[in-house]
């Protein structure tokens, strides 16, 4: 490989890079249109993966932090809502991937991807809260070995109060 044929690979390289370090995915995607099973609603999932750290040393740093990721089910009968923490979780501008065991449905996995993950979706004026769809997964629910779900979802984007 020449020193030209490099120097053109790193710098079509270094946007994929750039983006992946700027990526912000963090705040709540509600499911486009209602996703109901067995007398529960899968509400939305929310991710986090920035710290902000105040404090006189850092003064309002921005810290990355291993990703968390919970889902909110609700009880229809009720409303009643119950948070799990999830597992397995991937969270990268062009994958998104995490398994939360142990729900009132039985083991629930969201895999997909984010539609366009320029830097993430915080204060982009052409992404509305609620309504512009952001991800683009398949969700499924299996309890006891059986698939009770699968199905694929489009999800919309909140950054929350």
């Known amino acids: 490989m020449t ?16 983006a992946a370090q700027n990526f912000e995915p963090d705040g709540y995607y509600l499911p486009k249109e209602p996703l109901t099973v067995s007398d529960h609603e899968i509400a939305l999932f929310d991710l986090r993966s920035l710290e902000y750290v105040y404090d006189q040393k850092t003064r309002g740093k921005v810290l990355r932090v291993p990703p968390t990721a919970r889902l909110r089910i ?11 923490r ?14 939360c065991p142990g729900t009132t449905l039985g083991v629930v996995m969201i895999r997909g991807n984010f539609i366009d993950p320029r830097l993430g979706f915080r204060d982009r004026q052409d ?35």
């Open 74 to 84: 609700i009880r229809l009968a009720d409303r009643t809502e119950t948070r799990y």
């Open 3 to 18: 020193l030209v044929s490099f120097l053109l690979l790193a710098l079509l390289a270094l946007p994929a890079v750039a």
């Open 86 to 99: 999830c597992g397995k979780i991937i969270v990268k501008p062009d994958a998104l991937s995490f398994v």
């Open 127 to 161: 992404v509305l809260p609620k309504q512009t769809v952001v991800v683009d997964a398949t969700v499924t629910i299996t309890r006891e070995g059986k698939e009770l779900l699968a199905r694929r979802v489009a999800f919309t984007y909140w950054e929350g109060d």
